[in-house]
């Protein structure tokens, strides 16, 4: 049976925003300020992972222990930088073609949800002007279990009252696919399907993306209006 889709759960950095390059800029200053460094392709590996745990596979890169309030005060310092970034950005950082679908999916009556490990996804959408957009925003501060957990997204999903086989996650990480499969939602890679193949179907942006061409390719429908 086809299934009707009635909600649209978007992950933030690397769906709505490029904000993958302000936390490999300020990730990298510490790790320097260390005596260390690593590369964008390790970047890669940091992408849905949480503040601390990305901050725990940079010291692990950099052979080095530390103790943990050594740990939170290195956390705090990245995101003091990271923070001087974000509060920069502006409309113009909305990733191509985010805003067109989202209006598409409003003026289809679809649900829209957010989904991120980021602690700072409300300041990010409040600069760049999306914040009445999403009627439900779970964040790194609402949630406590890691990507590819599907507890960000199921609690998206459980207060827009719609099931998980009726919604769809877009996602840019490897292990946010991984969540949302994890769930039973349908998943939408939003990158190269190198890899995001495990997801239902691959994007490489939103930009001339259809809500239909999505329906079409994951086998699913709208729900009737
Ligand atoms: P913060 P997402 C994630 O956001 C990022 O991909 C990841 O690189 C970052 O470490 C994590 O948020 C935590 O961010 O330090 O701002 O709390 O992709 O799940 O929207
Ligand atoms: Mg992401």
Same mark, same amino acid.
């Given at each position: 049976?086809? +299934?009707?889709?009635?909600?649209?759960?978007?992950?933030?950095?690397?769906?709505?925003?490029?904000?993958?390059?302000?936390?490999?800029?300020?990730?990298?200053?510490?790790?320097?300020?260390?005596?260390? #460094?690593?590369?964008?392709?390790?970047?890669?590996?940091?992408?849905?992972?949480?503040?601390?745990?990305?901050?725990?596979?940079?010291?692990?890169?950099?052979?080095?222990?530390?103790?943990?309030?050594?740990?939170?005060?290195?956390?705090?310092?990245?995101?003091?930088?990271? +923070?001087?970034?974000?509060?920069?950005?502006?409309?113009?950082?909305?990733? /191509?073609?985010?805003?067109?679908?989202?209006?598409?999916?409003?003026?289809?009556?679809?649900?829209?949800?957010?989904?991120?490990?980021?602690?700072?996804?409300?300041?990010?959408?409040?600069?760049?002007?999306?914040? #009445?957009?999403?009627?439900?925003?779970?964040?790194?501060?609402?949630?406590?279990?890691?990507?590819? #957990?599907? /507890?960000?997204?199921?609690?998206?999903?459980?207060?827009?009252?719609?099931?998980?086989?009726?919604?769809?996650?877009?996602? #840019?990480?490897?292990?946010? &696919?991984?969540?949302?499969?994890?769930?039973?939602?349908?998943?939408?890679? &939003?990158?190269?399907?190198?890899?995001?193949?495990?997801?239902?179907?691959?994007?490489?942006?939103?930009?001339?993306?259809?809500?239909?061409?999505?329906?079409?390719?994951?086998?699913?429908?709208?729900?009737?209006?």
């Amino acid at each position: 049976m086809t +299934r009707a889709i009635e909600a649209c759960i978007f992950d933030l950095d690397g769906v709505i925003v490029d904000t993958a390059k302000f936390h490999f800029l300020a990730w990298r200053r510490l790790a320097n300020q260390l005596g260390f #460094d690593f590369t964008e392709a390790q970047n890669e590996k940091l992408k849905g992972v949480s503040r601390i745990q990305s901050l725990e596979l940079i010291l692990q890169w950099g052979g080095l222990t530390l103790g943990e309030p050594e740990k939170l005060a290195l956390a705090e310092q990245k995101n003091d930088w990271y +923070r001087d970034y974000i509060l920069q950005m502006e409309r113009g950082d909305i990733l /191509e073609g985010v805003e067109d679908f989202l209006t598409e999916l409003k003026s289809r009556g679809l649900k829209i949800g957010l989904g991120s490990a980021s602690k700072n996804a409300e300041t990010i959408l409040q600069r760049v002007g999306l914040m #009445d957009v999403f009627e439900v925003v779970i964040d790194g501060n609402r949630h406590t279990r890691s990507k590819p #957990d599907p /507890e960000v997204f199921l609690t998206a999903a459980a207060v827009l009252g719609v099931p998980p086989e009726r919604a769809i996650v877009f996602e #840019d990480a490897e292990k946010g &696919v991984e969540a949302a499969l994890n769930g039973g939602f349908f998943a939408v890679g &939003v990158g190269s399907p190198d890899v995001l193949g495990h997801a239902h179907y691959v994007i490489p942006g939103f930009a001339g993306v259809h809500f239909e061409t999505i329906l079409e390719q994951i086998g699913a429908q709208a729900l009737a209006m």
